[in-house]
C-alpha cells in the first residue's frame, strides 16, 4: 500500500491523485545469486568470457597500483581488490553513449569502459586532478567527496532524456556514502523525474573503519529505494554474472523510460580503506578470510571451468595479457611526469583574470630563477 | 587540570589530549564524527577515548557531515557539549547549512536565551601531498560568518591549551587544525594558554612585522632567521584567533616596526589577508612606512600535490615581500 492508498487519504487529501502502479520495489529478501548453485541455467559464453578477463585484468591491475603506492609512483590508492566483479560490470553494461560517474574507489571501473589506465590514475598520482577529458570517455571525474556526483548523474540523465537522447547515467557509491543528504536528494530528484539512471551501491562492509551497522538501521540499502519510489534490488557483488544481469535489466529499464533503479550489491573490501589506513585497527582476520573463499574471480573461473566454457589454455592466456597490461602500466608509471606549473593558472577562468595573469607572471620569474640556480 | 611530566608530544596528542582532559572534567563534552571511535580519527587524533569514555561520548556516526552538525546542535540544545571531528576541510562543506545557519546564528536568534557551544574541529591546510579535496584553506569563509569563533594553533601547546579553551566557551568555535603541523613536536606539558582573541609575539624584531598565523607560523619564523643575513630583524605575530581579533596586539607590534606583511596560505583574493590589511591601514596609518603587504596561496583551487609548492607561501616568497617594503638606504 502506498500513501495515496491509506484509507481515507483521497478524502483528506482531495488534491492527492492516488498512485495506481504500486510497483513491485521491495529488493530480493537474499541477494541474488547466478554462479556456484549447480544450476544448468544457461550463461552467455561470450559474455562471460568478457567478464573472466575483464576480472583477472581488474585483479591484476588493482595489484600493480597497490605496488606502485609502496613504491612511491602513486601518493595513494583506494583498491578494489575483492570488487572486481562490480566495477567491471558496471563498465560492460554501458553502451557507448551511456555515462559512468565514478568515485575515487572505482577506478577500475573507468579503465574497463576502456580509459587509458595511466590517466585513471593522475589523480591518485597527483600531477591533475582529472587526467582525461570526461566528454571524451563519458566518464565524470573521479569524484572525491562522498556521493555529490550522484546528483550530477541525475542531472545528466534526465537533460539527455529532454534532449531525446539515449543515453543512462551509471552512478558509483559505496555503503558509507548512502548516509551523505546528497544520496537522499540524488535519489528524490531521480524518481520524481524518473531520469534515466541507475545507481550502484558497492557495499563493501566498511566506511573507513564504520561498519555498516553503524551506518544504518535499515534492512538492506536496496530498501533505501522504496521510500523514494523505485525498485531497489540485493544482489551478490562477488558473482559477476549476477551483478551484470541486475545491472543490465535496470539499465534496459531506464533506457525504455522506465526510471531509475537502486542496486545494492554486497561486496567486501578486501584491502585497508586505502594503502594510508590500518585495517587491523577495526577488523579482524577471520572476516577477511571467510571473504577470501567467496572470492569474485575464483568464483567465475569455477564456474567456467565446472561448465567448460574455459581451459587451462584460455586461462594461461587471460592471464598473461593481465602480465602485459601491468608491465605495460609499471613502466609507463615509471617515467616521471612532465608539469608544467604554469598550469596552474591556465584553467581556472575561460579568461584569465588580471590578478592571475600577475601571479603568473611572479611564478615565473621564480621558475627562472630556479632554473638559473 | 591534571599535569603530567614534560615529554615530547605532537600536535596530534596535544589536541587528543586535550579533549581527553575536558571529557574527564566535564560529562557533558562529547566527541563525534567519522571514523573517531574505533579508529581513533585518520588522524589518530581522537586515538582512545572512545575506549576511556565510551561510543556514547565518542560516537562514530554515519557518514554524513550536516547530519553531524545538525545533531550536535540538538545536543547543544540539550545540554551537551559536542567537539565535532571533520574528516578534512573540504568535507565540511555538506555541513554549511547548519554551520551558517544555525550554529552561528542561534544565540543571536534566541536573544541570548540559547548559546550553542560547539567545537568543530577541521583539519585543514595543504602541504601533505593529499589528492583534490584534502587541501582547502577555508578559513575566509569561516571569518565571514558573524557569530563563529575561528582559531588556529601553531604550536603543540596552543594545540591544547587553545582546544581546552574552545570546549571551555560557551560560544561555537571552528578549530582549524594545521594539518602539516600534526606531526610538530614539543617537549610539552598540558598548561593553559592565552585566551582565544589573543595574539602572541612569536619573536622580537624592529625592522618589520610578519602577521600569520596556523601552518604558515613556521614559515615566518623560518624567514625571520633567514632574514637576518640581510639585516632585517623581523617581528612574528601568530595571530592563533582569527575571530575574535586581536587588534591590539597587532597594531601595538606594527607602529613599532613601521611596517608589515600578512602571510598565509589560503587565497588572497577576498582572503583573511585582505581584511588583516585594512584593519592595520586604518589603525597604524601614521606608523606605517610602507603599505600593508600580503603574501598568501595564488588565486586558483588547490592545486595537485605535485604542483602545491609552487602554491604555497615559502619562505622566499615572504623574503621578497619584505624586501619589496621600500627600505632606505
Ligand atoms: C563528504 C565527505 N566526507 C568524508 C570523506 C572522507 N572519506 C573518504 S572515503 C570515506 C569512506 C567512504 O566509505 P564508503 O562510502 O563505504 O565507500 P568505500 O570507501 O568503502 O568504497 C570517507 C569518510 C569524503 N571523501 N567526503
Not at chain 1, 6 to 31: C, I, K, N, Q, S
Not at chain 2, 13 to 27: K, N
Request: negative net charge; glycine residues 8%.
Amino acid at each position: 500500500m502506498t500513501v495515496q492508498e491509506l484509507p481515507g487519504a483521497a478524502a483528506a487529501y482531495p488534491a492527492f491523485t492516488l498512485r495506481t502502479d504500486p510497483a513491485p520495489l521491495l529488493p530480493d529478501p537474499e541477494p541474488y545469486r547466478v554462479l556456484g548453485l549447480g544450476t544448468d541455467s544457461p550463461l552467455d559464453p561470450e559474455l562471460m568470457r568478457r567478464l573472466y578477463e575483464g576480472l583477472v585484468r581488474g585483479r591484476r591491475y588493482n595489484a600493480q597500483a597497490t605496488a606502485l603506492t609502496k613504491q612511491g609512483r602513486l601518493a595513494v590508492y583506494p583498491s578494489s581488490t575483492g570488487q572486481e566483479a562490480c566495477e567491471v560490470a558496471a563498465a560492460l553494461v554501458l553502451e557507448k553513449q551511456d555515462w559512468l560517474f565514478p568515485s575515487y574507489r572505482d577506478t577500475l571501473a573507468a579503465v574497463a569502459r576502456g580509459l587509458d589506465p595511466v590517466e585513471a590514475l593522475t589523480l591518485l598520482r597527483g600531477d591533475w586532478h582529472t587526467g582525461y577529458d570526461p566528454r571524451v570517455h563519458r566518464i565524470a571525474p573521479l569524484c572525491t567527496p562522498l556521493a555529490t556526483q550522484l546528483p550530477h548523474a541525475v542531472g545528466l540523465a534526465h537533460a539527455a532524456r529532454l534532449a531525446g537522447d539515449d543515453v543512462v547515467a551509471l552512478a558509483m557509491v559505496g555503503d558509507g556514502g548512502t548516509s551523505e543528504g546528497d544520496f537522499h536528494e540524488a535519489m528524490n530528484f531521480a524518481a520524481v523525474w524518473q531520469a534515466p539512471v541507475v545507481f550502484l551501491v558497492q557495499n563493501n562492509g566498511f566506511a573507513i573503519s564504520v561498519p555498516l551497522a553503524k551506518q544504518t538501521a535499515a534492512p538492506s540499502l536496496a530498501h533505501k529505494a522504496v521510500g523514494y519510489g523505485m525498485p531497489g534490488r540485493l544482489v551478490d557483488g562477488n558473482d559477476a554474472a549476477a551483478v551484470h544481469e541486475v545491472l543490465s535489466e535496470a539499465m534496459l529499464r531506464a533506457r525504455s523510460g522506465g526510471g531509475p533503479t537502486l542496486v545494492e550489491a554486497v561486496t567486501y573490501r578486501m584491502e585497508a580503506h586505502t594503502n594510508a589506513d590500518d585495517a587491523t585497527r577495526y577488523r579482524g582476520d577471520a572476516e577477511v578470510e571467510a571473504w577470501r573463499a567467496h572470492d569474485p574471480v575464483d568464483l567465475l573461473e569455477r564456474e567456467l571451468t565446472g561448465r567448460g566454457m574455459l581451459d587451462e589454455t584460455a586461462i594461461r592466456a587471460v592471464r598473461e595479457g593481465a602480465e602485459t597490461m601491468a608491465a605495460d602500466l609499471r613502466t609507463r608509471m615509471n617515467a616521471d611526469p612532465v608539469l608544467d606549473p604554469m598550469d596552474l593558472f591556465a584553467q581556472v577562468y575561460a579568461e584569465q583574470t588580471s590578478q592571475l595573469r600577475e601571479q603568473a607572471a611572479m611564478l615565473r620569474t621564480e621558475l627562472d630563477a630556479e632554473d638559473e640556480r | 587540570m591534571t599535569t603530567v611530566a614534560a615529554k615530547p608530544a605532537t600536535m596530534a596528542q596535544a589536541l587528543q589530549r586535550a579533549m581527553r582532559d575536558a571529557m574527564a572534567e566535564d560529562p557533558r563534552v562529547h566527541v563525534l564524527g567519522e571514523d573517531v571511535g574505533t579508529l581513533g580519527g585518520v588522524f589518530r587524533v581522537t586515538d582512545g577515548l572512545a575506549k576511556e569514555f565510551g561510543e556514547d561520548r565518542c560516537t562514530d556516526t554515519p557518514l554524513a557531515e550536516a547530519g553531524i552538525l545538525g545533531t550536535a546542535v540538538g545536543m547543544a540544545m540539550y545540554g551537551l557539549r559536542p567537539v565535532v571531528e571533520m574528516q578534512f576541510d573540504a568535507f565540511a562543506y555538506p555541513a554549511f547549512e547548519q554551520l551558517i545557519s544555525h550554529v552561528a546564528k542561534t544565540r543571536n536568534r534566541t536573544r541570548g536565551a540559547m548559546p550553542l557551544p560547539i567545537v568543530v574541529r577541521v583539519p585543514y591546510g595543504g602541504g601533505i601531498g593529499g589528492v583534490e579535496h584534502h587541501s582547502d584553506s577555508s578559513e575566509a569563509y569561516y571569518m565571514a560568518t558573524p557569530g563563529l569563533q575561528v582559531v588556529a594553533p601553531a604550536t603543540v601547546a596552543d594545540a591544547y591549551g587553545l582546544l581546552r579553551e574552545a570546549i571551555a566557551s560557551d560560544d561555537p568555535v571552528v578549530f582549524l587544525e594545521p594539518k602539516r603541523l600534526y606531526w610538530s613536536k614539543a617537549d610539552w606539558s598540558p598548561h593553559p594558554v592565552e585566551p582565544i582573541g589573543r595574539a602572541v609575539v612569536r619573536r622580537t624584531g624592529r625592522s618589520a612585522t610578519l602577521i600569520t598565523y596556523g601552518p604558515s607560523v613556521p614559515v615566518c619564523l623560518e624567514a625571520a632567521e633567514a632574514a637576518k643575513e640581510e639585516g632585517w630583524d623581523l617581528e612574528v605575530v601568530d595571530l592563533r584567533s582569527l575571530v575574535p581579533f586581536d587588534d591590539e596586539t597587532v597594531c601595538a607590534s606594527v607602529r613599532r616596526t613601521g611596517r608589515a606583511v600578512v602571510v598565509h596560505e589560503s587565497a588572497g583574493f577576498g582572503g583573511p589577508g585582505g581584511e588583516i590589511a585594512a584593519r592595520v591601514t586604518e589603525r597604524c596609518f601614521h606608523h606605517l612606512e610602507a603599505p600593508v603587504l600580503r603574501v598568501a596561496g595564488f588565486d586558483i583551487p588547490y592545486p595537485p600535490p605535485m604542483l602545491e609548492r609552487h602554491h604555497l607561501p615559502g619562505v622566499d616568497r615572504v623574503l621578497d615581500a619584505v624586501a619589496r617594503l621600500q627600505w632606505e638606504v
